[in-house]
């Protein structure tokens, strides 16, 4: 049976988020959002030695940030939250460091990309907790996120590193 009057519609969910998972959550899109852009704003605008390899890795980085940050604003509509992902949402949430205009070396392009990577891994660390002990079906995507930019900074970033010499240093075994 077809309902007319929508105002009626009850659903019944086991889980709602609260006010802080809803907060954490919107952080960590916006960081998401904002990482899909940094990504292709040093896509089109990077130069210099080993340009082609950067430009290919940052298509990488982009495609991870648009898939998570498609899946925690899901994830988000799934526990009844809205998100908010428009452009002067984003600008004024983002806990990413600022991209010049113009032009970037390749080894500075390194350095702030994998700045930005680094930044929203740590949004993801910073929540876990608190989302893990209200939500830990959500604590598992903030898993899978911050296992892949981790991996992905970590790759981007040693375009830069001198063996031995850079920090933080490897733990030795």
Do not use: C
């Amino acid at each position: 049976m077809l309902h007319s009057d929508r105002s009626t519609h009850i659903a019944k969910p086991p889980f709602t988020a609260s006010e802080q998972l809803a907060t954490h959550l919107q952080q960590l899109s916006v960081d998401l959002i904002d990482l899909h852009l940094v990504g292709k704003q040093a896509h089109w605008n990077v130069v210099g030695l080993n340009f082609r390899d950067l430009h290919l890795a940052l298509d990488e980085v982009v495609d991870a940030a648009r898939e998570f940050s498609d899946q925690v604003a899901e994830r988000m509509r799934a526990v009844y939250v809205t998100p908010d992902g428009r452009a002067a949402t984003v600008a004024a949430q983002s806990s990413l460091p600022d991209l010049p205009t113009g032009e970037v070396n390749t080894a500075q392009a390194v350095d702030l990309v994998a700045a930005s990577l680094y930044a929203v891994a740590g949004t993801a660390r910073r929540i876990h907790d608190d989302v893990d002990a209200e939500d830990p079906t959500t604590a598992d995507i903030l898993h899978a996120i911050i296992e892949r930019l981790e991996q992905l900074a970590w790759m981007i970033d040693s375009e830069n590193r001198v063996a031995n010499a850079s920090l933080p240093r490897p733990v030795l075994r």
